[in-house]
């Protein structure tokens, strides 16, 4: 697979290393009434779907940035790739 | 029919005519008291052992595709029961015991062979973490040698012992661990099941649930409606997506596994070999080829092929290890889809839907667990209650902080 980095262009993927699901970048607040069971959920359960999955890799052979790539994940064709900073900006998670 | 020598001289003399179909292709009832989704080993087996030692009738067993054509028919085929923490163990040598007499309780040939399995040590760290795993074994009924690195040059001569990185140091070995032909262990379950009055239907696709009022009352598939007093899912690296069409979200990310064979070679590999340290594995299969892979690819995947990345992975970590390696051809390369848990660890459990059932999270070792899975699985549904050496795998592990985490990885399945 080949991720096309917003910052460094076409990199091969054996470059990144992978988290998971984009959706862990909204971490629930620890402050909540409901933290334990939005914790559980946060740290367990997965969506993991078989088609576009929005998901984290980090650029560790690389520039050290996180990217939001968007993968089929019954092809591996990857469509979009975002730095997950401006993702997290966006998303009202990051200033 | 019985299966038999003495039917296999006949049937030769007899130009092979009285074979017959192993298991009747029969079509879907529109109820029963038992319907397991997923015709891979799993799901054959825990048909078979609800039958058998628990006496149930009226079970199916529903497969989208073909018997076997999922990951029972794509994986290296190791069993073994070399496990160190006490919610797997137990469950993991009963299996092996279940293998050891599991062609004679079939009436089937699936080429059961302990011919042992080897797991190499580098360091001092490393030989202490065995020597702890080893006595973990012992101490629930399984076998575990410390062997030196003597012993391994005695047995293994063309390991090389002396790589710079990864000098073998000793190694663990289970001498009644070894390989199983994968496909005989679906066709095998599956014969036996149909025997005993289980309806295997092919060509079915679960597409949804009928759940009212919290109660499962049967599935919708490709073929129509079917009512069923207990819903058994068992579907592997499809759990995510079966168990969505119920409204579950659940503990397990879907990953590529590759594996590989070589062209076939006279006997070079009397055992199983495993070099964690370097992401390889290898055995020779009966037919000579030799079967080998390393680690998952690493990202969520339902392609069922892999990248080249890991591809030179494995090839690299066996190239140091095991020199010859290289002057043999690859014959197959291939990925299946891994169930993959988030501590690496199976689930066997009720849901909260009342009468759905789950079992799935086998990540790349749920081969060896085939017998037991579906023995306790069976358990469970007759009973409604764990089998005594499947109580840990429970759905409410995770919220409850008693994962069963044999590599200490944390919540990252590809990291199991
Ligand atoms: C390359 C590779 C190597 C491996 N090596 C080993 C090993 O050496 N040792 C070991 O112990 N384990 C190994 N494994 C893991 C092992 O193969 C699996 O954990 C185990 O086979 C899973 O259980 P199963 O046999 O029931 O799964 P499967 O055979 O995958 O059965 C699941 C079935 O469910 C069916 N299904 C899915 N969705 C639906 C639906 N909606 N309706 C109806 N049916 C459905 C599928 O078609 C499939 O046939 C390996 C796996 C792979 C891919």
Known sequence: ?95 | MRYSGLRVIKEALTGHKGWGAAWRDPDPQPAYDYVIIGGGGHGLATAYYLAKIYGQKRIAVLEKGWIGGGNVGRNTTIIRSNYLLDGSEPFYEFSLKLWEGLEQDLNYNAMVSQRGILNLIHSDAQRDAFIRRGNAMILNGADADLLTTAQIKERYPFLNTDNARFPIKGGLAQHRGGTVRHDAVAWGYARAADKLGVDIIQNCEVTGFLIEDGVCKGVETSRGTIKAGKVASCVAGSSSRVMAKAGMRLPIESHVLQAFVSEGLKPVLPGVITFGAGHFYCSQSDKGGLVFGGDIDGYNSYAQRGNLPVVEDVCEGGMAIFPMLGRARLLRMWGGIMDMSMDGSPIIDRTHIERLYFNGGWCYGGFKATPASGYVYAHLLAKDEPHPTAIAYRFDRFNRGLMIDEKGMGNQPNLH
């Open chain 1, 1 to 95: 697979m080949i991720i096309n980095h917003p910052l460094l262009g076409p990199r091969d993927a054996a470059e990144f290393t992978y988290l998971g699901d984009a959706a862990l970048i909204h971490r629930p607040d620890w402050a909540a009434p409901d933290a334990l069971p939005q914790f559980t959920d946060y740290g367990y359960l997965r969506d993991n779907p078989a088609g576009l999955h929005r998901e984290l890799w980090f650029h560790e052979g690389g520039d050290r940035s996180w990217l939001v790539v968007t993968r089929d994940t019954t092809t591996h064709e990857i469509t979009s790739v975002e730095l997950a900073r401006d993702v997290a900006r966006r998303e009202g998670r990051s200033t």
